[in-house]
């Protein structure tokens, strides 16, 4: 049985209907359409709504920088580009996101739900360790 053919046996316990392999595909796991507005205002919402601040990075003096610093309680910092699905950063971004990352940052780029979910984890738990290792040390 070939995709786009229709099973003409009377006998055929699974019939195939008429699809083409690409609304096959599109059925197949990929990432739910995001507006970078959309996923902009929910970054910064779930950033601040922990207490932190996810501040909105103006690049007229420095291009390529990403969208938002996050600034954590315990001194850590973060930087987010937020993408709408699909779009992926320039090669100017991707310069700066490389020296932001040699001087040992963290640059996350948000362009689904999912990413946005993991660097929301992946920030709270730095937070946690770094609450911890202060705790155990006194500082």
């Not at 996810?54 to 600034?71: E, I, M, N, T, Y």
């Not at 948000?110 to 993991?118: K, R, V």
Request: glycine share 6%; hydrophobic share 40%; proline share 3%.
């Amino acid at each position: 049985m070939q995709l786009g053919r229709i099973d003409t046996r009377n006998d055929a316990p699974n019939r195939a209907y008429n699809v083409s392999t690409r609304e096959v595909l599109s059925h197949c796991h990929k990432p739910e359409k995001a507006g970078e507005k959309m996923l902009e205002a929910k970054f910064r919402k779930e950033i601040e709504s922990r207490g932190w601040m996810a501040l909105k990075l103006l690049s007229q003096l420095h291009r390529g920088l990403p969208d938002r610093l996050v600034l954590t309680e315990c001194g850590l910092a973060f930087f987010a580009e937020i993408k709408t699905t699909g779009k992926k950063p320039t090669l100017l971004q991707k310069h700066c996101h490389e020296a932001l990352r040699k001087l040992g940052f963290q640059v996350f780029i948000i362009d689904t739900m999912e990413n946005l979910e993991t660097a929301l984890a992946v920030i709270d738990r730095a937070v946690t360790a770094e609450r911890l290792r202060r705790e155990e040390f006194e500082l």
